[in-house]
């Protein structure tokens, strides 16, 4: 089997059991979610849902974060990793998307990495989540572990990742892919220990049973 066909084997295999997933921060419009994306970097999506509640009641809106006392907002998002270049960022991100955007979030991958603190993987969430479109794979250290462990890259560079993925993927699949992939790494392919004998992809998978 090519590695094309078996990319492809992979896709439907998880998709058949968890559809359409959806990113696990909890948010309710695009401003949010671009500013809870930003937040999750090598931080969980718990730890954003625990300070987002308060941080989007303290800033509803673009204006009110572009002007932000920057120690304040800090104080808002402690708990989360690195959050004092994080506040920096969403104050310079705010400004940006006032100034460039007319206060909307775009909606290509070109705009979105023009804005400060969104990374390519943030694009791609955003794209997904708000605009349903796909113009790449989303690619964290989940794809980066589970996408090397099906023996589908032997990269470890997420731009790199995501170039192989989009190579044997057909564009049809890069939404739901990244996303039962980071739900089967963050729950049943962890790093320490894959639970293989839970895995749907154990028939499959160059790697199952041998970690
Ligand atoms: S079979 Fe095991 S190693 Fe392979 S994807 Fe599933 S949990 Fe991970």
């Known amino acids: 089997m090519d590695l094309s066909t078996r990319a492809i084997e992979i896709a439907e295999l ?37 300070v987002t509640p308060a941080l ?18 800090q104080s808002y998002i402690r708990q989360v990793n690195f ?7 969403l104050i310079k991100a705010s400004r940006y998307i006032l100034d460039n955007f007319n206060g909307k979030v775009p909606d290509t991958i070109e705009s979105l ?8 993987k943030s694009a791609n969430v955003i794209l997904n989540e708000v605009f ?5 794979v989303v690619v ?4 980066t572990r589970v996408s090397n ?13 995501e170039k192989d993925l989009m190579a044997i993927l057909p564009k049809k699949y890069w ?25 749907h992809l154990n028939q499959i998978c160059p790697s199952a049973f041998k970690i």
């Open 175 to 199: 939404r739901n892919f990244s996303g039962n992939i980071v739900l089967l790494g963050r729950y049943v392919c962890k790093a320490r220990k894959p639970a293989c004998d839970k895995c």
């Open 56 to 73: 989007f009641k303290k800033y509803p809106s673009w204006e009110t974060l572009a002007d932000a006392n920057l120690e304040e907002l």
């Open 113 to 120: 990495i023009e804005i400060p603190g969104v990374a390519r």
């Open 83 to 89: 959050h004092k270049g994080k506040a920096e960022r």
């Open 140 to 143: 964290d250290t989940h794809v």
């Open 14 to 50: 998880l998709q058949k059991n968890n559809d359409s997933p959806e990113t696990e921060l909890t948010t309710s419009n695009e401003r949010e979610l671009l500013i809870a994306v930003c937040l999750s970097a090598q931080t969980t999506d718990k730890k954003v849902n625990d």
């Open 132 to 136: 349903d479109k796909a113009e790449g």
């Open 149 to 161: 462990r099906l023996g589908l890259t032997s990269n470890q560079d997420p731009k790199k990742i």
